[in-house]
């Protein structure tokens, strides 16, 4: 996967939404977008009207960067939704919010996705009791995320759970702040994704292919 080393809040720029990439600055007066509410690059004030094409290609990078999963990674959970029975866009974000960075950065292990998906590759939790420092894993109904007791007074884990003590916890995760652990108690739907993105483009997109 190649690494991007740019600004990250160049991305939220360039999408017109807040995509949360750089965790508490992007509730500040400081976050990029809100001192900037244009594009990035020399022409990023001008106004272009977007083909058809262009709309489903932005649709699609939202919602990539928005989890920081890679091109072949997002297209790979697409091929999977189309597969299964179903809305296919409904069950692509199923499968984006069940990783477990993005349940790490749900439960407040983390103040943006890309700090979640660290720890994670730290082993910093478990899932049902055993060690998974892979943030691609995929969770299931009844799976219980912890921070493992090992780490739990790791200085880097003790500071992004006091930073988000008050964080509200999405309704298919039941949480439990004083084990600091989650247990998945439902699959994820399209409501319970705070990205504002029409996901009928990312079908139409794939759908040419």
């Given at each position: 996967?190649?690494?991007?080393?740019?600004a990250?809040?160049?991305?939220?720029?360039?999408?017109?939404?807040?995509?949360f990439l750089k965790g508490?600055?992007?509730?500040s007066?400081k976050?990029?977008i809100?001192r900037?509410?244009?594009?990035?690059?020399q022409?990023g004030k001008?106004?272009?009207?977007?083909?058809e094409?262009?709309?489903?290609?932005?649709?699609?990078?939202r919602?990539?960067?928005?989890?920081g999963?890679?091109e072949?990674q997002?297209?790979k959970?697409?091929e999977?939704?189309?597969?299964?029975?179903?809305v296919t866009?409904?069950?692509?974000?199923?499968?984006?919010?069940?990783?477990l960075?993005?349940?790490?950065?749900?439960?407040g292990?983390?103040?943006?996705r890309?700090?979640?998906?660290q720890?994670?590759?730290?082993g910093?939790?478990e899932?049902n009791?055993?060690?998974?420092?892979i943030p691609?894993?995929?969770c299931?109904?009844?799976?219980?995320?912890k921070?493992?007791d090992?780490?739990?007074?790791n200085?880097?884990?003790v500071?992004?759970?006091?930073?988000?003590?008050?964080k509200?916890?999405p309704?298919?995760?039941?949480?439990?702040?004083?084990?600091?652990?989650?247990?998945?108690i439902r699959?994820?739907?399209?409501?319970d994704?705070?990205l504002?993105?029409?996901?009928s483009?990312?079908?139409?997109?794939?759908?040419?292919?």
């Amino acid at each position: 996967m190649a690494r991007y080393t740019d600004a990250v809040c160049k991305k939220c720029r360039r999408e017109g939404v807040k995509l949360f990439l750089k965790g508490t600055r992007c509730n500040s007066n400081k976050c990029a977008i809100d001192r900037r509410t244009y594009a990035p690059g020399q022409h990023g004030k001008n106004r272009i009207k977007l083909s058809e094409y262009g709309l489903q290609l932005r649709a699609k990078q939202r919602a990539k960067q928005y989890y920081g999963v890679s091109e072949s990674q997002f297209r790979k959970y697409y091929e999977e939704a189309f597969r299964r029975e179903g809305v296919t866009a409904d069950i692509l974000f199923e499968q984006l919010e069940l990783r477990l960075d993005n349940v790490a950065y749900r439960m407040g292990v983390g103040t943006s996705r890309a700090e979640s998906r660290q720890l994670v590759n730290y082993g910093m939790l478990e899932v049902n009791g055993k060690k998974v420092n892979i943030p691609s894993y995929i969770c299931k109904v009844g799976d219980i995320i912890k921070v493992r007791d090992e780490k739990k007074n790791n200085k880097t884990i003790v500071s992004v759970l006091e930073t988000n003590k008050l964080k509200a916890v999405p309704t298919w995760l039941n949480s439990d702040k004083d084990k600091n652990q989650v247990t998945v108690i439902r699959k994820p739907v399209r409501d319970d994704v705070d990205l504002e993105v029409q996901e009928s483009l990312i079908v139409e997109l794939y759908s040419k292919n």
